[in-house]
């Protein structure tokens, strides 16, 4: 099966098919050839296979698995980058590589050869608005922004560089809604929306509507969590949610059901998932990794 990569706060953990036990990629102070640090934010693997590593401090790295060397991207010797705390990543449909600061100023793109980076800032002299959590593009390239706060859910025009629709007035839960853990865009083209108090909830695109999964506002079909960490899809459709617990939206359903993790009442955190064919779903909780069959 494939490499499974995993950011945590020690490095990056890779699993290898056919190998017993986990081998990290972490930060070695003294030795340039290693991560920039081990506070690692998010993973991104591009279309020639190198894996973009988000780091909370000190820039971005890329690891290239064939030769197993990494280059480092900093605001020493990237012209444009205003921050080293890099929240999260996102891939274009032309392989060009997006980058969400944790500091307030913005987020840009990432041009590894000549060593810019071009900063687009919702709001260039108020720091408190440009702060992102997860960006995603769609199929028609079209990126999606989730702001922690601001205007909420935000679309961004890369061709013309410029954001132009703001949707916080699309969806339930308004105030609280703008707070955005996660986004996910399945193969269905609607966008999954996870936010840090107000649940789960659904952007329908071509409606331009949304439906609200908190179970306070949706008690027939919702999840009973507030906060929402991950959302993945699997091969068949499936929606998966990772926060305190395990839920699944099965194609064809439209409840979401929990998973039992636990024999007892002191249910994990999921902070990631990652489906991995019909065999496995792997979920990075507050335990550590586990395995669900």
């Known amino acids: ?93 032309n392989n060009n590589v997006y980058c969400g600061l944790w500091a307030g100023v913005g987020f840009g793109k990432l ?24 960006m995603v593009f769609d199929k028609s390239g079209n990126l999606y922004l989730g702001f922690w706060g601001g205007n909420g859910l935000t679309i961004f025009d890369t061709a013309n560089n410029q954001f132009v629709r703001y949707l916080k007035n699309k969806f339930q839960l308004v105030t609280i809604s703008r707070h955005i853990t996660c986004l996910n865009y399945d193969s269905n083209d609607r966008l999954w929306v996870g936010t840090t108090s107000s649940g789960l909830h659904l952007y329908l695109p071509d409606q331009d509507t949304s439906r609200c999964y908190n179970i306070k506002v949706n008690p027939e079909s919702g999840i009973n969590a507030a906060k929402i960490n991950v959302v993945e899809e699997d091969q068949y459709n499936n929606i998966w949610v990772g926060a305190k617990g395990l839920f699944l939206l099965e194609t064809g359903n439209e409840s979401f059901k929990p998973i039992n993790l636990s024999s007892t009442d002191d ?25 669900y069959n």
């Open 1 to 93: 099966h494939q490499q499974i990569w995993v950011a945590t706060s020690k490095g990056v953990a890779v699993l290898k098919p056919g190998i017993l036990g986990v081998n990290y990629i972490f930060h070695i102070p003294g030795l340039n050839q290693t991560l920039a640090s081990s506070s690692v934010s998010d993973l991104l693997e591009d279309n020639d296979g190198k894996i973009w590593i988000a780091t909370l401090g000190k820039g971005i790295d890329c690891y290239n698995p064939e030769d197993f060397s990494i280059k480092h991207y900093n605001t020493n010797n990237v012209k444009g980058l205003k921050s080293d705390k890099v929240r999260c990543l996102a891939l274009s449909n």
């Open 111 to 134: 041009d590894p050869i000549d060593g810019v980076f071009e900063l687009y800032t919702y709001e260039p002299d108020n720091t408190d608005f440009d702060w992102y959590n997860d």
């Open 267 to 291: 249910v994990p955190e999921v902070f990631s998932i990652l489906p991995e064919y019909d065999t496995a779903i792997w979920l990075l909780t507050d335990r550590g990794l586990l395995c």
